[in-house]
């Protein structure tokens, strides 16, 4: 989706268009494509016949014009922080790449250190080398310095950037709007990387043959996927990704012409990138194997859109006031934006959101992660400064783990000014990535340090993210640190919460031995955690889906869930399971609008494939097949071997005619269930007394699954 921005009119009485030479050089910071306009700053006097996809926009102004720069073919305009190619269209870096080219434009023809820059672009953060030369390398690309002519390197030194001042054309300067959403964060350091992303490229015509490929590293997942795109869909070949060490022979014997696969590591990575979606293709060779994952063309889930806690045991998240960086003075619209953000942040129940008052003290800017920590009492901080076009803010925000002073993400978002005071759908993206990025952090900082030296909420967060892994050795290491937190506070009902959830995800994912045992397990803790604490959400929606899945006590489950979303709104766990339990009852037309909540609610959910199984189950009881299938087969591209998505499936086609279709679905899930019947899967179907469980049998049965 691209911006809309409106030509701006003066009114009569304005006095002409200015230059922005003069604004502080603080003003501009971190502003790579937009040019910083206030009424009566700049007249955008209508979009030009040769706009490109984000449209152009023409800005002339009455005083002298400009300097640029020229690098290579390329030119620079210092005061609109925006580079140009020479066809006059726009070059778009990221926000790191764009304050490192700002600052050695300043510097034409002087060598530059590495530490001068690190010190200029990632102020009190620690970062390492790979970030620097990651710039350096989008710079290269963006100028086509393929021979490092423009940009050199002195080696044991440091950058000279060379490049000629250059008087402007007469005519006006294009400027370009940008996308109306960054696809992915402009840096990401949430992940421990365990060496190099190494690139296998088989040509479609040897045979895809280890022999015949070559392979190419790189720091950066995103970087990868850029150079392996134009090898796989432009020139055919194909291209598998490992992360540390070569990619097993399993992996490339799965490789195809044209597509790009990944191993769980490299997946594990896109996380961190939106723009970055790969399918799950299974168990390669056998499910002894490790699973592959394929980049899809067509984003996260084909495009579908969806229709309380102790102190010590959580993080606290600081959420400032934004920062108007064409004003010096506090702005009441970064207020708004931090309001709104920690009141949606604060239905999180991982997560302690330090109250804005508090925060309200950095409404000034300039803040330094020291005083935050000291003053705040903050592990996390998020911040950012905004930029005002007319009715439409430019977003830049900025999140860190202070104690480590780690940058976490960097991400750039345009909204219109409107959504802050209506429905502000951004906010519930930006939360996801706070809770992702603090999730990956301590599972990554769990990993690194003895258990005994962790904080309590590093071992709780690492325990929720490793459960929710698609590996059975990392949901054993999950139940290994459960257990280390129920030993340091044996009186305190979280751990046990997320235990009983243990046992249930152990069910669901087909990893239980006695599933009726892991039953009575997770009973066992949500009950003892209910005695400590009765309104405790997780608890209460474990307890309902024992009570459900595996009792068949309906009432007594709709009863948890009702006073689990009594406590919690906005409990997408609760939520997605009472929409389920609702359809087994042949009441989806209630349970739809809280499955559909649920998707809204976590959109980045680890564990997103149950909540969409769940959907298409509720789609399927009003008997909107076609959307059933829709969300079954979206499931399915987050988890291949979810039997309970592939049945979804099943039933859905069988119901619509697709009969064929139908019947390969059930081959699939025979394969992965050879001991699946008609008649014991009812049994211990919830809706088995119901017509909705009547009906679904009989689809089964129709779709060549034997009684």
């Given at each position: ?14 006095p ?67 580079l ?12 790191q ?17 590495r ?19 990651q ?31 250059i ?17 992915e ?57 490992s ?28 996380h ?17 194997n ?41 702005d ?46 903050a ?23 202070v ?199 976590a ?42 998505s ?10 619509s ?51």
């Amino acid at each position: 989706m691209t911006a809309a921005l409106t030509p701006y009119s003066p009114p009569p009485s304005d006095p002409g268009v200015m230059a922005q030479a003069a604004m502080p050089a603080r003003s501009r910071r971190g502003v790579n494509f937009f040019v910083e306009r206030f009424p009566p700053l700049f007249n955008l006097r209508g979009k030009s016949e040769a706009a490109g996809p984000g449209g152009m926009f023409c800005v002339e102004a009455d005083e002298e014009p400009t300097e640029r720069i020229a690098l290579g073919e390329t030119f620079y305009v210092p005061v609109h922080d925006q580079l140009i190619a020479q066809d006059n269209t726009p070059v778009y870096l990221r926000a790191q790449s764009s304050k490192v080219l700002r600052y050695l434009t300043k510097r034409l023809g002087r060598v530059v250190t590495r530490e001068e820059l690190v010190n200029h672009v990632w102020p009190n953060l620690a970062v390492t080398d790979d970030s620097l030369t990651q710039c350096i390398s989008d710079l290269r690309r963006a100028l086509g310095d393929k021979e490092r002519k423009v940009l050199k390197t002195i080696p044991k030194r440091g950058f000279v950037l060379h490049g000629e001042v250059i008087a402007p054309p007469v005519t006006a300067v294009p400027v370009f709007a940008p996308s109306e959403t960054s696809q992915e964060p402009v840096d990401a350091f949430a992940l421990q990387m365990d060496g190099p992303i190494i690139a296998h490229i088989l040509d479609g015509q040897m045979g895809l043959t280890l022999g015949a490929g070559r392979q190419m590293q790189f720091g950066d997942i995103a970087e990868a996927v850029s150079a392996a795109k134009p090898l796989a869909h432009g020139q055919g070949m194909a291209v598998v990704l490992s992360m540390g060490q070569a990619a097993t022979p399993d992996l490339l014997a799965a490789a195809q012409p044209g597509r790009i696969l990944a191993d769980v590591s490299v997946r594990e990575l896109a996380h961190q990138h939106p723009g970055l979606f790969f399918e799950d293709l299974g168990h390669v060779g056998g499910l002894s194997n490790p699973r592959a994952y394929r980049l899809s063309e067509f984003g996260v889930e084909g495009g579908l859109v969806p229709v309380s806690l102790d102190q010590p045991m959580l993080p606290s998240v600081a959420i400032l006031p934004l920062q108007n960086i064409q004003s010096d003075a506090p702005d009441v619209l970064g207020t708004v934006f931090a309001d709104l953000i920690s009141g949606t942040l604060s239905a999180a129940e991982e997560i302690n959101v330090i109250s804005r008052l508090s925060t309200a003290a950095f409404a000034k800017g300039a803040q330094n992660l020291a005083d935050i920590q000291k003053y705040l009492n903050a592990e996390f901080v998020l911040s950012g400064f905004f930029i005002r076009r007319g009715e439409r803010l430019q977003l830049n925000l900025e999140f860190a783990d202070v104690t480590s002073q780690r940058l976490l993400w960097s991400y750039r978002v345009e909204i219109a000014m409107a959504d802050l005071l209506g429905d502000f759908e951004a906010a519930h993206e930006i939360v996801a990535k706070i809770r992702r990025a603090i999730m990956i952090n301590e599972i990554r900082r769990a990993s690194i340090r003895p258990l005994e030296s962790l904080q309590t909420y590093t071992l709780i967060l690492a325990a929720v993210g490793l459960m929710h892994r698609l590996s059975p050795q990392e949901f054993s290491k999950a139940r290994g640190l459960l257990d280390h937190l129920k030993d340091r506070a044996p009186r305190h009902p979280v751990p046990l919460a997320w235990t009983a959830r243990w046992h249930l995800l152990r069910v669901v994912q087909g990893w239980s031995d006695d599933p009726y045992e892991d039953a009575q397990a997770a009973l066992g803790c949500t009950g003892r955690a209910l005695d400590m604490d009765p309104e405790n959400v997780l608890a209460l929606a474990c307890e309902g889906h024992v009570l459900t899945n595996l009792l068949h006590r309906l009432d007594d489950a709709e009863d948890r869930y009702d006073l689990a979303l009594e406590t919690n709104p906005s409990d997408a766990n609760a939520r997605a399971l009472r929409g389920m339990l609702l359809a087994f009852q042949d009441r989806g037309d209630e349970g739809v609008p809280d499955t559909e909540r649920a998707l809204r609610l976590a959109p980045l959910d680890p564990h997103r494939f149950f909540y969409l199984a769940m959907a298409a189950g509720a789609w399927l009881t009003p008997g909107n097949f076609e959307k059933a299938e829709e969300y079954a087969r979206a499931s399915l591209r987050l988890n291949r071997t979810h039997l309970s998505s592939l049945r979804m499936l099943a039933v859905a086609q069988q119901k619509s005619g697709k009969y064929e279709a139908a019947r390969e679905t059930v081959a699939d899930l025979m394969r992965l269930q050879p001991g699946l019947r008609v008649n014991s899967w009812l049994k211990s179907s919830p809706s088995a007394d119901f017509e909705t469980g009547r009906r679904f049998a009989q689809a089964l049965r129709d779709a060549g699954v034997p009684d």
